[in-house]
């Protein structure tokens, strides 16, 4: 993707591409010395190809989309709308030099080395908002797994704390980081951001076990009903029904209505429409087929409503016992 042309060098044709009154903005959000760099490079540059002038605003627009994506919905999300969009290959190009750049910029990374147990014991005297702050920058499941380490009252505090984070400012996250460096680096082998909020606290109660998961939405009920209603709407998402058993697929399905279901799949990826399609009658699989064909664009608010009704119907039947949601642990084995 990369090619020969340095990143430097790719910002500088970005830049000459958008013209001055724009170039001009984005350069004032830079760092000093990356302003030096990337002015010097476009002094330097003197003629640039049509197609590479191209293939870097294409560039630049599928990291811009592919970002997004993964803000609004997470990894999953982003990697099934970006191979609708570019195909399999180019998707996984995209995602591949996008989480490198993050994994460059993204704060305590000293802690994302640290080993499981060993963090969670550096953590557990620290301030449950900084390790809340930690817990949104940490992979989701290395935040799982030391959040059940916690005790339960921490658990629940911490999580809390990471459902109503909205904003904190980069002079914060690096002060802290730099604490926890200068505490911490001889100990584990070895930078406004939106963070947190539910959806990193939704990726890190999916990854939990079933009694960790089950005893932070209990005090989150009571301390925060409103946060744990958002919360356990989202735990399971629609593209998730790929994880169901044939059994409580179609059970699911008998509850769907046949409306809901074709605006549902209008949206979904291939994997998913193949698993509805199979626990179906080949006729009705035909018909909801011709539906969605005959169906027209259709907003996609209208298709996410769609799949969260499905999904409440999911919750309704598991907190029931009539189906199981897998979660990988030895409470959701059936026997």
Known sequence: MQGKVNGIKRAAILLIALGPEVSSQILRMLPDNMIQKVTYEIANIEYVEPHERERVIQDFMDMASAREY?????????????????GTSRAKEVLDVLNQIQQREMPFAILRKADTHQLANMLANEHPQTIALIMCYIQADKAADVLSMFPTELQAEVAERIGVINRTSPAVI?????????KFSNIIDSDSENIGGVKTLVEILNSVDRTTEKNILSDLEKSQPELAEIVKANLFVFEDIVSLDKGSIQRVLREVS???????????????????????????????????????????????EAQHRIVGIIRRLEEAGEIVIGRGDSDSIIV
């Open 258 to 304: 046949n409306e809901d279901l074709v605006l549902a799949l209008k949206g979904a990826s291939e994997e998913v429409s193949t698993v509805v399609y199979s626990n179906v009658s080949k006729r009705a699989a035909e018909t909801i087929r011709e539906d969605i064909e005959f169906m027209g664009p259709v907003r996609l608010s209208t298709v996410e």
């Open 70 to 86: 993964i803000l609004d919905g997470g990894i999953d999300y982003a990697r099934n709308l970006l191979t609708k969009a570019l």
């Open 174 to 182: 690096k002060r802290i980081e730099t604490i926890l460096q200068n």
